[in-house]
């Protein structure tokens, strides 16, 4: 066999190359490791249901959509937190009443309901409010773009907004501080 | 061979690389540039000139009989790149060896000159006093002549909220229970330096300033028991003998260089307290509830004095100072566990998104977990931060109540009761509305009726208070996070059992 002879230059260039390839193989891993609970964050795709401490199971958007009398509607509402100026979105979604009465829960004897989010957020509805018509949605785009599943913190300046994939809006609340991002959890009481 | 024409090719691709990165840095004979800072009174606080980017003149004078020339740059040429905060200035040139200083008026009224004095930069005034020929300065200082100049700008400023110094960029805040000052970073500046002598060379008068090295927290505000809000968010008690310094156009504390924000004078407490208020008591194995009105400003304790019957101001152990940004979940975070922003890590900035976030601390709830103590944590509709102990959520200030007189009937050890509606109400009407009065009134009978029914310590404090504005339709309304005097300091109340 024959021998090959190599330059100093090429040699330094194989170990730079070679210290690279090393260094991305250490810290790719650390890296997507550090990353994982934010990720996680954003990846929850289904929505558990519990209704006075009974668990009816966790739903996927398709799962959802093919609930009886449960159907995708588009409705305004204004983003206004006071960070922002007020403006006006178009939010695509599911009316949570439609889910609620579709998973059979019983909603006469409903006080309040619960949101959990992937962050540890929770808001708590009155049950009125989500038994008003067209007044609290499971929204999933909003201006016709899903919800940045990222973390943005400047997210009001931008046309679509973060906290996806599913954000509790109530129409009726003059302000958005009480919208629920990152929904995982609807808890019936 | 296929194995060889490989390598060759890999060889020949990372070579092209390396080669790549080191074109991107090619070597120059360019001069190395050299910098002057300006700071103080100017619009950005600081401004920074690579001297070598402007044209230099030519200058000419005498010295011991002997005409010299030299090159330099116009220093009336360089304050053109700079926009004055107001028009009527002082020059203050600081030399980076001793500090020794000069204050000249502005306009110049003759040439004063920068040069390069062997990479470093010094001043030269032919018809100056030669006290302005400050060798190796550190940074030029524009400071104002009147500091009421520049309040009167702000507050003429498009969007800037009347009567409310909201541009902390333009100085340091100083505050009281009654009102807040703002010492210009020019004013600011002055003040750690001492007049040493004036001098007139003709119609052209300089002054020499030494630095005053002792520059203490409490000469500085002028008042005492000062408690140090710094940039970062952290919090320094009992500041008044602390030095400080100045770096970068901004004032500092001189041990460790971190900036300062503003001062918080005449208290010692701040809403961190009720933290070790309250760990006192689980040690000392008795019963203590917390209760946080929302909001609720010393102001409004003060004014309400005859309508209240527990949080008038005269039965609270006075005022406390919040955490800087005062909004709640900040200082929820720093009430539960004692630290400043700083350390939770809970801190925002204006206009960011406020994502509910655990704090990087114990919080009250796990220390009273940890002595089995029996805790029960009563919000309202929803969490502004994450706790060791999950809330019982509810959906108004009435429900929260009867969530608190439930938790006394169960004899829990230590009860937290957030009520929220009196800050709804101030963000609405003001926080010396008719409507804000009412509320208060409403919170103050269950607070009155929780304080009878519990046996044990009571501490009421409040997370922020709330500035009146006015809108664009001329109705009032309130809002809070300004580092003003109306929104920092909270009524802070004890009552033994």
């Known amino acids: 066999m024959k021998k090959i002879k190599l330059s100093k230059p090429a040699i330094i260039a194989i170990i730079i190359v070679a210290v690279l390839i090393v260094g991305f193989a250490i810290f790719l891993p650390l890296y997507l490791k550090a990353n994982a609970p934010q990720r996680e964050l954003y990846a929850q795709e289904k929505i558990r249901f519990i209704a006075y401490g009974e668990d009816l199971g966790s739903y996927n958007l398709e799962e959802l959509l093919a609930l009886e009398g449960v159907e995708e509607k588009t409705f305004k509402d204004i983003y206004d937190t006071s960070a922002s100026e007020p403006v006006e979105k178009t939010y695509t979604g599911i009316e949570l009443k439609a889910v609620l009465k579709a998973l059979n829960i019983d909603m006469t004897i409903a006080r309040n309901i619960t949101f959990k989010a992937s962050d540890g957020l929770n808001k708590l509805y009155p049950a009125e409010d989500v038994l008003t018509p067209d007044n609290v949605f499971i929204a999933y785009k909003v201006n016709g773009i899903e919800f940045n599943k990222g973390t943005v913190t400047s997210a009001y300046t931008q046309e679509g907004e973060d906290g996806g994939p599913y954000v509790v809006i109530r129409v009726s609340d003059t302000f958005s501080q009480h919208r629920c991002k990152l929904l995982t959890e609807v808890n019936v009481g | ?497």
């Not at chain 2, 002057?36 to 009989?65: H, K, Q, R, W």
Request: glycine letters at 6%; one cysteine or more.
């Open chain 2, 1 to 497: 061979m296929k194995k060889k024409i490989s390598l060759v090719v890999l060889i020949i691709l990372v070579l092209v690389s390396v080669l790549a990165l080191f074109a991107c840095s090619p070597i120059t004979n360019e001069i190395p540039p050299l910098y002057i800072v300006f700071d103080g009174d100017i619009e950005g606080g600081v401004y920074s000139i690579n001297l070598y980017d402007v044209a230099m003149t030519e200058y000419i004078y005498t010295e011991e009989g002997t005409e010299v020339t030299g090159d330099g740059w116009e220093l009336s040429k360089l304050l053109e790149y700079l926009t004055m905060r107001v028009s009527d200035n002082y020059l203050f040139i600081t030399s980076a060896t001793d500090g020794v200083s000069a204050l000249i008026e502005l306009p110049l009224t003759d040439k004063m000159y920068l040069y390069d004095d062997g990479s470093k930069v010094s001043a030269k005034g032919p018809n100056y006093p030669k006290c302005t020929g400050i060798k190796n300065i550190s940074e030029i200082t524009i400071i104002a002549k009147d500091s009421e100049d520049i309040l009167e700008t702000i507050n003429s400023l498009p969007n800037t909220k009347p009567n409310l110094i909201t541009q902390s960029d333009y100085g340091i805040k100083i505050l009281t229970s009654e009102k807040t000052d703002l010492k210009t970073f020019g004013e600011s500046k002055l003040k750690l330096f001492s007049l040493s002598a004036e001098n007139l060379m003709g119609e052209n008068k300089a002054n020499k300033y030494l630095p005053n090295n002792a520059m203490t927290v409490n000469s500085f505000t002028g008042r005492d028991n000062n408690i140090i809000y710094l940039e970062n968010g952290d919090i320094i008690k009992n500041a008044d003998n602390i030095q400080l310094g100045w770096k970068h156009g901004k004032i500092i504390v001189k041990d460790t260089k971190a900036p300062i924000l503003g001062f918080v004078t005449n208290t010692t407490r701040t809403i961190l307290d009720a933290y070790s208020e309250i760990k006192i008591s689980i040690d000392n194995n008795e019963k203590v509830m917390l209760i946080l009105p929302d909001g609720f400003s010393w102001i409004q304790a003060n004014a309400l004095e005859n309508d209240l019957d527990i949080l008038k101001a005269s039965l609270s152990k006075g005022y406390a100072s919040a955490t800087h940004r005062a909004i709640s979940p900040v200082a929820l975070a720093s009430i539960v566990t004692g630290k400043s922003p700083y350390i939770t890590g809970i801190n925002f900035k204006e206009g960011e998104s406020r994502a509910v976030l655990k704090p990087n601390a114990q919080d009250i709830f796990e220390y009273a977990t940890s002595k089995d103590k029996i805790v029960k944590y009563i919000e309202g509709t929803g969490n502004l931060i994450i706790t060791s102990v999950e809330p019982v959520y509810s959906l108004n200030d009435t429900e929260i109540y009867n969530n608190a007189k439930a938790a006394i009937n169960e004899g829990i050890d230590f009860i937290f009761v957030h009520f929220h509606e009196i800050d709804d109400v101030n963000h609405e009407y003001g926080p010396l509305s008719k409507e804000a009065k009412i509320k208060c009134m409403e919170i103050d009978s269950y607070v009155k009726d929780l304080k009878m029914q519990f046996d044990g310590k009571v501490i009421i404090v409040s997370d922020h208070g709330h500035i009146t504005l006015v809108n664009e339709n001329d109705k009032n309304y309130g809002d809070h996070g300004y580092f003003d005097h109306q929104d920092m300091y909270v009524p802070y109340f004890v009552f033994n059992k």
